[in-house]
Nanobody, 120 residues
């Protein structure tokens, strides 16, 4: 009923930039938190950044380099990644906490992931 679709991943040299986008579609009444997480083989998925209506939160490792933003009218979230480092290489996942009606519970959704590779 709800889909999150990421785009914008790819291969970039260290010091370069990429912009990830995520579109939420389907039966959506409202979205609370939206965010980006990343995962590398053999490690747990980790938070990169989250955004609510009035607050952003970043992992220490990306503060000052990454910027999260959202477009509520389009149900989209973005991640601008600057000054990329090889250690930023990972699969990046979009996340959103969504409800279908005003009286529904909130549900957690994930996108399929997009690969970001930073070469040294």
């Amino acid at each position: 009923q709800v889909q999150l679709v990421e785009s914008g991943g790819g291969l970039v040299q260290a010091g370069g930039s990429l912009r990830l986008s995520c579109a939420a579609s389907g039966r959506i009444f409202s979205i609370n938190v939206m965010g980006w997480y990343r995962e590398v083989p053999g490690k747990q998925r980790e938070l990169v950044a989250t955004i609510t209506s009035d607050k952003t939160n970043y992992a220490d490792s990306v503060k000052g380099r990454f910027t999260i933003s959202r477009d509520n009218a389009k149900n989209m979230v973005y991640l601008q990644m600057d000054s990329l480092k090889p250690e930023d290489t990972a699969v990046y996942y979009c996340n959103a906490v969504i409800r279908f009606t005003a009286s529904n519970s909130w549900f957690n959704y994930w996108g399929q992931g997009t690969q970001v590779t930073v070469s040294s």
